[in-house]
């Protein structure tokens, strides 16, 4: 389903040196994932005024989205070192569209990934897309975790004013039916076209944010960890293009809590800690933050300060980075709670602020 991205990438090259400059207004989903038993539900609403996006070739002046998935497939779903592929889509709307969309294909295959009934009157994504050049992102790519950014190219404020991208994330395990949601991270371009509009640093993770977590045989807490580089990194160029290193951005994770990893809830300090290096995107379970010695003396929980540092990643290319975007994750599949039989599953995520 992929398309050329090299040929994408000279036409998209040969527009930006023949038009005006445009800024666009940004929607940054940190954490997407996909497999045969879970899924992302990405809802997007377009407010801008007709014009302020682009053609399906990627020029300019047209009503279209550009939906840019940074991601990584199979084996390399959960290696923390591999670097990011991606695959990138200029995809249909229209003023004051809702489109709510799986792009890994589990739902709504039939329909070019596009749920819950839409007309395809006003946006007709239905005639305007193709079998291969769709919203299901990652339905070719099995397994996955990625970033996702979909923005447009208005630089004149839309309908509402101001930002006039919005987004919504829902990742469901439609095994178990649990599920855990977050806002979209939100840029505005304002009126001037450069790469600073996908410069997320302002979102990023405070070093040292606190992490709480339960009794470790119960319920596992997992970050997932979407690395922005420095202060001065963007993540694409513009016009949501490929720079040098978006692939392999690098931080280095784990907790760091004074002179230890975390305190136990009887206000110990336990030293053990241990980092990892995540490259693209990836996720380190809080066990993983510490040693095997800490874990058992933590086994009942506890809480401790998240540490993001430069990182250098497994390839000799990767680009260093102390600024990343957390996100946490709780769940239980033991059937317990503090001891207490409880049915089925539960989970909690959320960005860390």
């Known amino acids: 389903m992929k398309l050329k991205m090299k040929a994408l990438s000279l036409a998209v090259a040969a527009i930006a040196a023949g038009t005006a400059a445009h800024a666009a207004d940004v929607a940054m989903f940190p954490y997407v994932v996909n497999s045969a038993t879970v899924t992302t539900l990405v809802s997007i609403v377009d407010t801008a005024a007709a014009g302020q996006g682009y053609t399906a070739g990627g020029a300019t002046g047209g009503d279209r989205l550009h939906w840019r ?160 580089g420095t202060n001065g990194n963007t993540l694409l160029g513009a016009d949501g293009s490929s720079i040098f290193g978006w692939d392999r951005l690098t931080a280095r994770v784990g907790l760091a809590t004074g002179t230890g990893v975390a305190f136990d809830r009887d206000e110990n300090l336990v030293s053990g800690t241990t ?36 990182g250098t990643g497994a390839a000799a290319t990767s680009v260093n980075g102390d600024l990343a975007i957390a996100t946490k994750l709780e769940f239980n599949t033991s059937g317990t709670l503090n001891g207490q039989a409880i049915p089925g599953t539960f989970n909690n995520g959320f960005i860390m602020k």
């Not at 695959?87 to 489109?99: K, R, T």
């Not at 290096?277 to 086994?299: I, K, P, S």
Request: proline share 2%.
């Open 69 to 228: 998935l940074n991601y990584k497939a199979g084996a390399n779903a959960t290696n923390n070192a591999a670097v990011c592929e991606e695959v990138n889509y200029f995809l249909p709307s229209s003023v004051n569209d809702i489109q709510t969309v799986d792009i890994g294909g589990n739902f709504g295959s039939a329909t070019k990934g596009v749920l819950f009934n839409d007309a395809s009157i006003n946006n007709n994504w239905n005639a305007n897309t193709t079998a291969t050049i769709n919203y299901m992102l990652g339905k070719a790519a099995g397994v996955q975790r990625g970033v996702l950014f979909v923005h447009n190219a208005d630089g004149v404020g839309g309908v509402d004013g101001g930002q006039t991208i919005y987004g919504e994330a829902m990742i469901l395990d439609f095994s178990t039916g649990a599920a855990w949601g977050y806002q979209a991270q939100l840029n505005d371009g304002g009126a001037v076209n450069t790469a600073a509009v996908f410069n997320f640093s302002a979102d990023a993770t405070p070093n040292e944010s606190v992490v709480t977590f339960m009794p470790t045989a119960e319920t596992t807490t997992r970050i997932f960890v979407t690395p922005l």
């Open 275 to 310: 980092l990892s290096n995540v490259t693209c995107v990836g996720a380190v379970d809080v066990t993983q933050m510490m040693t095997a010695g800490a874990a058992a003396v933590l086994a009942n929980g506890g809480w401790g300060r998240l540490s993001i540092t430069t």
